[in-house]
């Protein structure tokens, strides 16, 4: 079974950075396709970013693409998420998931293994 747990979120004045991480354990990262999705009060979790098993492919949400980056490393079993020039709309609690078919990356239900989630408040 792998477990997934994040790490790094926390509150941001608008235009600042944070480093979000993910942590696996229970088995080898490098097996799994991996995202992060996000989930404001009161609305869907969405997509944010995905990387392929060895990061050789990445992908954004248009709302994200240029302030985020998604990377990887597999020798510590951990994926990475780049967040810069926050702005409030950023706000939400941002989960790292794990999909081991590398199918549809943007889809929630894609992906077998799901983290707590970690919050992400950006103040203006």
């Known amino acids: 079974q792998l477990q997934l747990e994040e790490s790094g979120g926390g509150l941001v004045q608008a235009g600042g950075s944070l480093r979000l991480s993910c942590a696996a354990s229970g088995r080898t990262l490098s097996s799994y396709a991996m995202g992060w999705f996000r989930q404001a009060p009161g609305k869907e979790r969405e997509f944010v970013s995905a990387?392929?098993?060895?990061?050789?492919?990445?992908y954004y949400a248009d709302s994200v693409k240029g302030r985020f980056t998604i990377s990887r490393d597999n020798a510590k079993n951990t994926v990475y998420l780049q967040m810069n020039s926050l702005k409030p709309e950023d706000t939400a609690v941002y989960y790292c998931?794990?999909?081991?078919?590398?199918?549809?990356?943007?889809?929630?239900?894609?992906?077998?293994?799901w983290g707590q989630g970690t919050q992400v408040t950006v103040s203006s």
């Open positions: 998931a794990a999909d081991r078919w590398y199918s549809d990356l943007a889809a929630s239900l894609s992906y077998e293994y």
């Open positions: 990387i392929s098993w060895w990061g050789s492919s990445t």
